[in-house]
């Protein structure tokens, strides 16, 4: 089984929907992250949870909500979105956050098209 | 600001060696990485540098010097499946995760 796993791998909706994107680990791991990735644009932190807490959340939208109801379950609720929110979302995890080693497990990613 | 310049796309042929540079300007320098993403898929960790120097690790190897804010991936005797984005990210004095936005590697044959 592969260490993190996301689904669905890939997503359309209208910008009037309501859809989630879920995020696994089977690593152990105490920290579990959401980046957005759009094309030619660094990886976008959107929030980090350690602990099941969260600790960082970088002015995201309000459409966009996570949930850690522990710490092997990541999800981002997704409601109102806008078309320019379409990108592949990457849930990522690491031993721990405070002390955050820089080395990153990720998913595969969830494709997401707004239309 | 804090800032990670890395070329947007190179060419390479089979066999062959590229190197892939990135400059950082970061509030502070706890490592730096380079990652790589085949398309659809994962990133995934390749090396680590926080002292000046190269390291190695078979056909790849990483550079760092501090003082230049520089690093580079070397990849040698190049293979199709090299073909990837290469994700440099520095590590800033937060511990926070600073990413340029990939290098784009084409393998010819």
């Known amino acids: 089984e592969t260490g993190v796993t996301q689904t669905p791998r890939h997503l359309v909706m209208g910008m009037t929907n309501k859809k989630s994107l879920k995020c696994e680990q089977h690593l152990g791991h105490n920290a579990m992250y959401w980046y957005k990735q759009s094309a030619k644009k660094p990886l976008e932190l959107m929030f980090v949870y350690s602990l099941e807490e969260r600790v960082e959340n970088n002015s995201v939208p309000s459409r966009f909500s996570p949930e850690c109801p522990n710490s092997s379950h990541l999800f981002l609720h997704l409601h109102t979105l806008q078309p320019e929110d379409s990108a592949l979302y990457l849930c990522?995890?690491?031993?721990?956050?405070?002390?955050?080693?820089?080395?990153?497990?990720f998913g595969e990613g969830s494709r997401l098209t707004v239309l | 600001g804090q800032n990670i310049d890395q070329p947007t796309e190179m060419t390479a042929t089979e066999g062959a060696i590229v190197q892939i540079n990135c400059t950082y300007q970061?509030?502070?320098?706890?490592?730096l990485f380079w990652y790589q993403q085949h398309a659809g898929e994962a990133p995934t960790f390749l090396s680590y540098?926080?002292l000046d120097g190269l390291e190695e690790k078979g056909r790849f190897s990483s550079f760092l010097s501090r003082s230049k804010g520089y690093s580079y991936l070397l990849l040698k005797e190049l293979q199709m499946k090299d073909s990837a984005s290469y994700l440099c990210?520095?590590?800033?004095?937060?511990?926070?995760?600073?990413w340029g936005a990939g290098t784009k590697l084409i393998i010819k044959p």
């Open positions: 990210a520095v590590l800033d004095s937060n511990y926070q995760l600073i």
């Open positions: 540098n926080v």
């Open positions: 990522a995890s690491s031993q721990e956050w405070s002390a955050n080693t820089g080395e990153l497990f």
């Open positions: 970061t509030s502070g320098f706890n490592g």
